[in-house]
């Protein structure tokens, strides 16, 4: 089985800076495209940031230049760092790994769509 643990979230002020982590448990071979998404009370879950496995990052137009996503593979661990926070970007985080391959006893398996349980990012003063 595999598991995605997002942490670091919390309360701040506007213009303030948070720094959420997820982590991947499991006996992990390879992890592609891994993501932030976010949902705001009463509004639909939105993509906020991805990167591959290769590198290569997106953003959502309303966090571009403000959070970046970075990877730490020999960690198994995907960052969003937050800059300039808004009260617009209060929302439940979640972590997203589309396909995590695992490795036991030279048995691999693949799990699709995997997602951490969220962690609240409330930006107010």
């Known amino acids: 089985q595999v598991q995605l643990a997002e942490s670091g979230g919390g309360l701040v002020q506007p213009g303030g800076s948070l720094r959420l982590s997820c982590v991947a448990s499991g006996t992990i071979l390879r992890i592609n495209t891994m993501a932030w998404y976010r949902q705001a009370p009463g509004k639909e879950r939105e993509l906020v940031a991805t990167e591959t496995s290769g590198g290569t990052q997106n953003y959502a137009e309303s966090v571009k230049g403000r959070f970046t996503i970075s990877r730490d593979n020999a960690k198994n661990t995907v960052y969003l760092q937050m800059t300039s926070l808004k009260p617009e970007d209060t929302a439940v985080y979640y972590c997203?790994?589309?396909?995590?391959?695992?490795?036991?006893?030279?048995?691999?398996?693949?799990?699709?769509?995997?997602w951490g349980q969220g962690t609240l990012v409330t930006v107010s003063s």
């Open positions: 997203n790994a589309d396909r995590i391959t695992t490795e036991l006893y030279s048995s691999r398996r693949d799990f699709r769509d995997v």
